[in-house]
Structure formats: structure tokens, C-alpha cells
């Protein structure tokens, strides 16, 4: 309103000025009254110095000089304009001019125009007792009207001033509060980089409760962690020396604990702290902040805050306390998750040291990370060899694998790929062990394979008394021959007559006793046969060999015994199948041991097929028969040594359990492979692979 009463007055004065002073002029000038020429002058100067004024006025940057000039100007017009028009002995009014100035400091706009129109009528007052001439009462009318003026622009300075005070009052405030926040800001910022890389709980913890205490200048701080489902103090600042922390638990009763508990941030006045044996405040308890600590949807905790009760429990803290409280919540949960997990890897680690087999683990990479003591021993290696390839920790130990046909780089990269691979190492560090492998990729979070495992069992100990059997039977199996040839060789002489005339039962007796003999003989011969192949110290003689020729010779043999039990044997090698590269004896041995065995399994009526087929480099032989099958049970053991599957339908066929065992040696001496499928009533069917020639 002062601002718009100024600005119209503005023109206003430019013109009032103008005409006071163009009529006092003509007015003197016409009536030759004018007694002295400076006057005018001065006039007509001070006159151009309030239009100056004036001009300059509203900028800004010349304000208080532009109203300094524009005082004195207007005094000093007034003061010239006064001694023109005579009313010399009036020119005591100038200092009335102080009263508006006055006043203007003390009052707004109407206060200081009331005073300037009082003063105005108070210089009336000598003049009341008698009529004023007319230069007297022009005169009085223009220091009246001066008064106003002077007044109007002395308050404008003033209430700008006052203003300008006003605003300075409120800025500081601002600035205080935006000081304020930015030391919360900063706190809050230090504290979340601080958390980032604290993972231990205890000091969350405690860093929580210190710069709660300190952002709120609380008097104390308390951080709750719910645990088993109750809130348990485990940090607290300014409580009593005495207070047992384990014992403190929030008072359910109170009205602020129910709502914090209900997921609210709460202020709360002239709350009791009896429950944390505080002493009880002065007059009106204490005031209290608190919020709920959030971490992944889940209330895991309190964060507390009290003071005396002469602070306000403003809002303003509420909100830098939540947002301590979620940056405590979220260094809570990592630390806690930390713990967790350093307890897994504590557990996994103790697991692992505790293991009397190898482990070892690689990355996606086949980079080994993780291994155990008795891996490292196995391997002669120490924990540098974390960091390097698998392959390369195992190449240097490795004397040999079976890995199912894999090589090691090979079998690696397969479990890489997401296969299983079991086999056998034979390792030669401190000391040579022969450790069964198990290779087992390890599944990422998304279903990837994210490295491997492998494990290292220990079979040296397994290894040598198996070997230990094999010399014990090959050397009983080759002591026992000796006498086994003398005795067949006699009852063969006596069977003869070579030793007299025999009576029936005597030949009779004489003729078991062969056939037994014979029977050992067989199995001794099978026995030797076995443990020479298992050591290799048989040669297969490789050369080319038509498969359909020794398919038609194992069946001619076996066609006898076959048809004595009524059972057919069919066989069906195309003329087109190319040679194999093998030992011809020994895939005949082969063939018989598995013709044989369909023949023996097969019931009268059953039918025997012996086929071939060739793909790639190899040639597989399949014989099947329609007999009882064999249980899946015993399918994995039926090519190991003395194995016999008994069920209880098939009546017992005599044989020792070699016969397959010697047929796999024979085929994996050849490069091949032999397997079975069988359907239990249904029939087997047996496959092995030879190796084509060229
Ligand atoms: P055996 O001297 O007992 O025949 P083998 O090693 O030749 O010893 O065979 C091992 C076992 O495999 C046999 O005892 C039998 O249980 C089973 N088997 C082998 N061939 C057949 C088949 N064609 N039908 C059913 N069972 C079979």
C-alpha cells in the first residue's frame, strides 16, 4: 500500500514541484517582490535537484543517495520558497519537518500522515488570534503539505527499512533450517557411506544410536532388533550406568509402543521412562521420538529417542529419524545377512576339513576356488593352487584316469557343460593314490552351471587287496592246475583200463571224477584266463576279421546244445558289413560266452538271434533271446566276476559268474564296449562294439 501510494505520488510531486515553484516565481517575479535574486536562483536550482532526485529514485543501486538528495533538495526549495513568498519569520517551520520524519520510524503510513497533518494544524496555532495575509496562508498550506510529503517519503524509507529487517529476520531463520537439514544431510550421508561398508552388526548398531542421539540432541537413544518375535535392546546411549540392557524391554501397555509396533513413527509427550529406570522428568516426563526399522517388508527393529521434557517433540525430527532408521535398517540386514552367511561358510568350511575324501571346486571357468586339506594332500598341493585351472593343479600328479572314455580336459569341460562324469584317477604326489572321481557340475541361481565339484575318494587300500585277491586266485588257480591235470590225466588212464579191468560202479564213480575235474579244470582255466586279461599281460591279436564267419562258428558249436533244449539260433549278419580290427579267437570266446548264455537261460522254444550292424567306426554285435531276462537289480553287476543273478523262477544253470567278466576285458582290450537290456520275462538282448578294420 506504501509501495503504490509513493509510486502514484511520485508524478504527482514532479508536478506539484513544478507548479509551486512556476507560480512562486511568476507570483514574485510580477509582484516585484522578490527581494533577492540568489533566492530565485536557489529555487530554480533546488527545484532541478528534485526533479533529479525524483529521476533517480526508483533504481535500486542510487536509492539512499537519490532520497538523501531528494530531502535536502526539497528542504532547501521549501526553505527558498519560504523567504520568497516572505514568510521569513516562519522559517522556524523547517525544523517541524523532524515531527513527520519522526514519526515515520515509529508508525506506518496513516500513523505518520496523522502526524503530519497535526503538525501542519500546529503551526495554524500562532496565526489563530489573527487573519494572515495571503503570501502568509500560501505559505502555511505549502509547509502542510510539505509535512505530508516529507512524511509520506521519510515512511516509505522507514517501512522499507523495516522490511528489509523483517525479511533479513525470516532469511536468517531459513538459513538456520537449511543449515540444520544440511547437517542432517550430511550426518545421514556419512552414516549410509559408512554403513556400506561396515558389515558387523554391533557397530550399526551402536553408530545408529550415537547419531540418533546426536541429530536430535536427545538426551538418550535406544535401537531395539527384533528377535524370536520381541524386541530386544541391543544398543543404547544416556541411559543410567546401572540399567542391565538384556533386562530392558518396551512397556506393551503404553500407547506409543502399540502404534510403533503397528509399523507407525510416533512423537510422544511427557511419556514415563520408568521402564528404563529412568529417573521420572520434571514436571511432564519426557519427550519421545520413535520409529520402526524396515528392512526387505519386515519390522526387524526400533530405533528410540527421549529427551527432557523442555524440548517439543517436533515433527521435523520424526522425519530425520526415519530416514536413519531405514539406512540403519537396510546395514542391519546386510550385516545380519553377512553373519548368516559367514556362519554357512563356517559350517560348509568345518564340513569340508572334517571330510576324510577330496573335494575340490572350480568356477564356470574350471578355475579351482574352493579345496579341502586332504584334496590339496592328494594333489601335493597347498592353498596357492586356489586361483589356477583345475586341469593344471591336476596334470602334474596325474598318472592315469578312466573318466568313461574322457580325458581329463575332456571330462572337465563335459561337467562344465552340465554332465556327470564318474571314473577312476590313479594320482602320484607325496604319495601315489588311486582315488575314485566324481565329477559334478554346480547349478547357478538362474539354472546355469556355475563350476564344479570333485570329489576324491580314496580306493588305494580297495585297489590292493583287490589286487591281492587276483594274485591269491591266479596263484591257487595256477598251484591248483598242477594236481587237477595229474588227477584227470589218471581217472582218464584207469576210465581206460589202463590199471585193470573196472566194475560198473567203479567206472561209474570214476566217470563223475572226470567230469568234476574237468569241470575245475574249466573254471581254473576261466579264473587264469580272467586275471591275465585283467593285468594285460595277454595280448589280443589284432587282425582283420570277417564277423559274419565268427558269428557262424559260435552258433555251428552251440547249435548242438541248443537243440538238445529245443531252442533256435538265428543269425543275420548282412554280407555288406565291413571287417573288424580285433583278435578273432577272442571275439569267438566272446560270442560263445554270450550265445552260450542265452542258450543256458532259454527256455525249449526259445529263439536266439545273432545280428550285426556297423556305424562309424565301429561294429556292434546284438544277440537276444526270449528267455526270463534278468532283474534291473542285477543288470549293473552282471559283468562283474562271480556274479549270478538268482531269481527264484529260474531253476539254477550251473557256470562260475566269469563268462561276461572275461568278455568285457576282451572287448575293452579291443577299444570296445558291452552292455545289456533286459526285460525280466520278456528276454535280454546283449551289444558289444568292435572296432572296424583299416
Ligand atoms: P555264468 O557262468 O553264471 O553264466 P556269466 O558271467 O556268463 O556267468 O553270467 C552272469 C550272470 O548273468 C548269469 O549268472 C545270469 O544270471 C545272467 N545272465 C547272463 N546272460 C543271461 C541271459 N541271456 N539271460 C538271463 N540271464 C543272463
Redesign the pocket.
Known amino acids: 500500500m506504501g509501495r503504490m501510494l509513493l509510486v502514484t505520488a511520485r508524478p504527482g510531486i514532479q508536478v506539484f514541484w513544478t507548479v509551486v515553484v512556476a507560480a512562486t516565481l511568476l507570483y514574485t517575479l510580477t509582484t516585484g517582490e522578490a527581494e533577492s535574486p540568489w533566492a530565485v536562483a536557489l529555487t530554480a536550482v533546488s527545484y532541478a535537484a528534485v526533479m533529479t532526485g525524483n529521476h533517480f529514485f526508483p533504481y535500486r543501486k542510487y536509492r539512499p543517495f537519490a532520497f538523501f538528495l531528494l530531502m535536502c533538495s526539497c528542504l532547501v526549495l521549501i526553505a527558498s520558497i519560504v523567504y520568497l513568498t516572505g514568510n521569513r519569520e516562519s522559517i522556524l517551520s523547517f525544523l517541524f519537518f523532524v515531527v513527520p520524519i519522526f514519526a515515520a520510524s515509529y508508525f506506518s503510513y496513516p500513523g505518520t500522515v496523522l502526524v503530519a497533518v497535526l503538525t501542519a494544524l500546529a503551526r495554524y496555532v500562532p496565526f489563530v488570534t489573527y487573519e494572515p495575509g495571503g503570501m502568509v496562508q500560501f505559505s502555511l498550506a505549502l509547509s502542510a503539505f510539505s509535512y505530508l510529503v516529507v512524511g509520506v517519503l521519510a515512511c516509505y524509507v522507514f517501512e522499507g527499512q523495516r522490511m528489509y529487517a523483517r525479511e533479513s529476520a525470516e532469511y536468517r531463520h531459513l538459513l538456520q533450517l537449511a543449515l540444520d537439514k544440511e547437517r542432517d544431510v550430511s550426518l545421514i550421508y556419512n552414516l549410509s557411506r559408512k554403513f556400506s561398508y561396515t558389515l558387523d552388526l554391533d557397530n550399526v548398531l551402536k553408530t545408529t544410536a550415537a547419531l540418533a542421539r546426536r541429530m536430535l540432541s536427545a538426551d538418550g537413544s535406544l535401537v531395539f532388533l527384533v528377535e524370536d518375535g520381541a524386541p530386544r535392546l541391543k544398543a543404547a546411549l544416556g541411559m543410567p550406568q546401572s540399567s542391565d540392557l538384556s533386562q530392558v524391554a518396551l512397556p506393551a501397555d503404553e500407547n506409543w509402543v502399540t502404534r510403533l509396533e503397528g509399523g507407525e513413527s510416533v512423537t510422544a509427550e511427557g511419556v514415563s521412562l520408568s521402564w528404563l529406570g529412568m529417573p521420572a522428568g520434571a514436571d511432564r516426563g519426557y519427550d519421545l521420538w520413535a520409529v520402526p526399522l524396515f528392512a526387505g517388508g519386515e519390522t526387524v527393529g526400533y530405533l528410540v529417542c527421549y529427551a527432557g521434557s523442555s524440548r517439543e517433540a517436533a515433527e521435523a525430527h520424526l522425519e530425520v529419524l526415519t530416514t536413519l532408521a531405514s539406512q540403519a535398517a537396510a546395514a542391519v540386514e546386510k550385516a545380519r545377512l553377512y553373519s548368516n552367511t559367514l556362519d554357512e561358510k563356517r559350517k560348509v568350511e568345518t564340513i569340508l576339513f572334517a571330510l576324510r575324501d577330496g573335494l575340490l571346486v572350480t568356477d564356470s571357468s574350471g578355475v579351482l576356488v574352493q579345496a579341502n586339506p586332504v584334496a590339496l594332500q592328494m594333489l601335493g598341493a597347498d592353498s596357492e593352487a586356489l586361483g589356477r585351472e583345475l586341469l593344471d593343479v591336476l596334470g602334474g600328479p596325474l598318472l592315469a584316469s578312466d573318466l568313461g572314455g574322457y580325458g581329463p580336459a575332456e571330462a572337465v569341460a563335459a561337467v562344465l557343460e552340465g554332465h556327470t562324469i564318474f571314473g577312476e584317477m590313479e594320482l602320484a604326489a607325496d604319495s601315489r593314490v588311486h582315488v575314485q572321481a566324481q565329477f559334478i557340475p554346480l547349478e547357478g541361481q538362474m539354472g546355469e552351471v556355475s563350476g564344479l565339484v570333485l570329489f576324491l575318494h580314496d580306493i588305494t587300500e580297495l585297489k590292493r587287496v583287490d589286487e591281492m585277491k587276483s594274485n591269491f586266485v591266479s596263484n591257487v588257480s595256477h598251484e591248483l592246475r598242477t594236481p587237477l591235470t595229474s588227477i584227470s590225466g589218471f581217472v582218464r588212464l584207469m576210465l581206460a583200463g589202463r590199471a585193470g579191468q573196472l566194475n560198473a560202479q567203479q567206472k561209474q564213480y570214476l566217470e563223475v571224477v572226470s567230469e568234476q575235474a574237468a569241470n575245475l579244470t574249466g573254471m581254473i582255466e576261466s579264473l587264469l584266463d580272467l586275471s591275465r586279461l585283467q593285468a594285460r599281460s595277454v595280448k589280443a591279436e589284432m587282425q582283420e576279421v570277417d564277423i559274419a564267419g565268427v558269428v557262424e562258428t559260435a552258433a555251428r558249436d552251440l547249435r548242438g546244445p541248443a537243440s538238445e533244449k529245443d531252442v533256435e539260433i538265428r543269425t543275420r549278419v548282412p554280407a555288406s558289413l565291413p571287417k573288424a580290427q580285433a583278435d578273432p579267437g577272442r571275439v569267438l570266446q566272446v560270442l560263445v560266452?554270450?550265445i552260450?548264455?542265452?542258450v543256458?537261460?532259454?527256455e525249449p522254444g526259445g529263439l536266439i538271434e545273432v545280428s550285426a550292424s556297423h556305424s562309424g567306426p565301429l561294429l556292434q554285435v546284438k544277440?537276444s533271446?526270449n528267455?526270463?531276462?534278468?532283474p534291473p537289480s542285477?543288470l549293473p553287476h552282471?559283468?562283474d566276476r562271480f556274479?549270478?543273478?538268482?531269481?527264484g523262477e529260474?531253476p539254477e544253470?550251473?557256470?562260475?559268474?566269469?563268462?561276461?567278466?572275461?568278455?568285457r576285458e576282451i572287448v575293452e582290450m579291443h577299444g570296445g564296449k558291452i552292455w545289456?537290456e533286459?526285460d525280466v520275462g520278456r528276454?535280454?538282448t546283449?551289444y558289444f562294439t568292435l572296432p572296424v578294420h583299416g
Open positions: 560266452n554270450v552260450g548264455n542265452a543256458k537261460f532259454s544277440v533271446d528267455g526270463p531276462g534278468i542285477a552282471i559283468f556274479f549270478q543273478a538268482r531269481t529260474v544253470q550251473g557256470g562260475f559268474g566269469l563268462g561276461l567278466a572275461i568278455s545289456a533286459s528276454g535280454s546283449f
